[in-house]
């Protein structure tokens, strides 16, 4: 048995995986949720008090497994001081302080994208690192959230590198921290730990070794991927939707640095090359604002009519904490379409915006990779939104595969199995959608704002 932490940026869960026959299966022993919180005095901060809580109740439940992993969202970090202890919160990534830092730092290190292979996206744990006082940074050490967990539990220090990939800082050729990044922005060299490979042991906690897993859990998610087919795409939608191929190596060309595409590094050596979109956030946070149960409101989306508006779910009025319905609406009246008349239209518009931009994404990925898509699996919580499933494809062309839901949970279980010696596969999809509508009305869809 295995434990697998894994921790999104909506609700966190431990999961207790057995292999059997090869195949795993997974049973939920605790959930919580995890999102960010404004402080008094402002800015947005992670309870990481509360997650490491509830992560060691759920520990508790889970007796003792062979081992534990631990995954999460990317990017962000605590600050470890001389003594071992965390200094200060552990901020969102949805913080505005970054607002501004990636265009100063382009100006010192025009070559960024060359070394790391990284989107540009302004939460990056390197832009958030230089809004750090430089006091901050001296005499501390940086752990990436699952670092940071696993250091509570074992008391050892480390950074994973696929998590690590997503930081900025992480040179993508060699998989190494970049010298030159490190030296050209001043950063102390104290600052970073060494690098864990997916599957090392790390510790111990009770009786149980901690593995480092492929600690991102867009890393875990692609891990379990049951990819139809070495040309098949993958959407993992959750918060975000990671939208991408896998790739033996990274393309750091100048069309995939416009493209805004990433590199980041998955497990055995390979690339993650997807680009983030916005994702299921925008559904959330409606959902948080009209504090409404999601199933009643999914099937009446599926009756409304088609395109009653569209938007870029990428539009940066989107990306903060707040009142979404509200800024849909203003976006609606920006360029000129009629708001969404009611909640049922207001989801429609979300999934038929979200899948458009799933189409568009894959396009570029399948340029930018050089091969057609033959399927595109749709992994995380958002496979379990059929809509949406349904609707990628109508606007993509290609079929979805989907599932596995917990795609972040059984990836990190596979990776312990294999530290175990536990052959183990990813169970295969539950649902396949074939595109049934013509694409010409998505594209006059995506028109109206100019996409
Ligand atoms: P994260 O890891 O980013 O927290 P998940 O992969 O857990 O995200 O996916 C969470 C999302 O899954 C929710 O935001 C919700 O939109 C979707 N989801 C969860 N349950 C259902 C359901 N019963 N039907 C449709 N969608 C669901
Ligand atoms: C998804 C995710 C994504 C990152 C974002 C910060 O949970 O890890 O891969 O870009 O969160």
């Known amino acids: 048995m295995f434990a697998a932490v894994d921790l999104g940026a909506s609700s966190g869960r431990v999961m207790l995986g057995t292999v059997d026959g090869g195949e795993i299966?997974?049973?939920?022993?605790?959930?919580?949720?995890?999102?960010?919180?404004?402080r008094p005095g402002g800015g947005l901060r992670w309870d990481v008090g509360q997650i490491r809580d509830s992560v060691l109740a759920g520990l508790r439940l889970a007796g003792t497994p062979v081992s534990i992993g631990i995954d999460s969202w990317a990017v962000d970090y605590g600050l470890l001081d001389?003594?071992?202890?965390?200094?200060?919160?552990?901020?969102?990534?949805?913080?505005?302080?970054?607002?501004?830092?990636?265009?100063?730092?382009?100006?010192?290190?025009?070559?960024?994208?060359?070394i790391t292979g990284i989107q540009h996206l302004p939460f990056n744990t390197i832009y958030q690192l230089m809004t750090e006082p430089p006091e901050r940074l001296a005499g501390h050490t940086m752990l990436l959230l699952p670092d940071l967990i696993g250091y509570w539990l074992t008391g050892t220090i480390g950074a994973e590198v696929t998590n690590a990939s997503t930081t900025g800082l992480l040179d993508a050729t060699t998989r190494k921290w970049s010298p030159a990044i490190v030296s050209r922005l001043g950063f102390p060299e104290s600052l970073l730990p060494a690098l864990r490979q997916p599957g090392e042991h790390v510790g111990t906690f009770e009786s149980s070794s901690v593995v480092s897993v492929a600690s991102h859990d867009t890393a875990s998610a692609v891990a379990a991927v049951p990819f139809a087919s070495p040309r098949s795409a993958y959407i993992s939608c959750g918060t975000w939707s990671l939208v991408g191929v896998q790739l033996d190596a990274p393309v750091l060309t100048p069309d995939a640095r416009a493209a805004n595409f990433t590199n980041e590094s998955g497990v055995d050596g390979s690339v993650r090359f997807l680009r983030n979109t916005m994702g299921l956030w925008l559904l959330n946070e409606c959902l948080r604002v009209w504090d409404v149960p999601l199933p009643p409101l999914l099937a009446a989306a599926t009756r409304a009519p088609a395109f009653a508006a569209v938007v870029d779910p990428d539009d940066p009025s989107f990306f903060a904490p707040g009142d979404m319905p509200a800024r849909i609406a203003a976006y609606c009246a920006r360029t000129g379409q009629p708001e969404p008349p009611t909640r049922a239209a207001m989801v429609r518009t979300i999934l038929e915006s979200l899948a458009l931009a799933h189409a568009r994404t894959l396009r570029t990925a399948a340029r930018l990779a050089g091969h057609d898509i033959d399927f595109i699996h749709l992994v995380g919580g958002g496979a379990r939104n059929s809509l949406l499933c349904q609707l990628t494809a109508d606007a993509s062309g290609i079929a979805v595969l989907a599932g596995p839901v917990e795609a972040s949970a059984l990836g990190n279980v596979l990776v312990q199995a294999r530290a175990a010696g536990v052959h183990a596969s990813p169970p295969p999809a539950f649902a396949s959608y074939q595109p049934c509508r013509s694409r010409t009305s998505w594209q006059s869809a995506a028109d109206r704002i100019g996409l």
């Open 82 to 114: 001389s003594t071992g202890t965390l200094d200060g919160d552990v901020r969102c990534y949805r913080d505005p302080r970054v607002d501004g830092v990636a265009e100063r730092v382009s100006a010192v290190l025009p070559e960024l994208y060359a």
């Open 25 to 38: 299966s997974l049973t939920e022993l605790t959930r919580f949720a995890t999102g960010p919180r404004e």
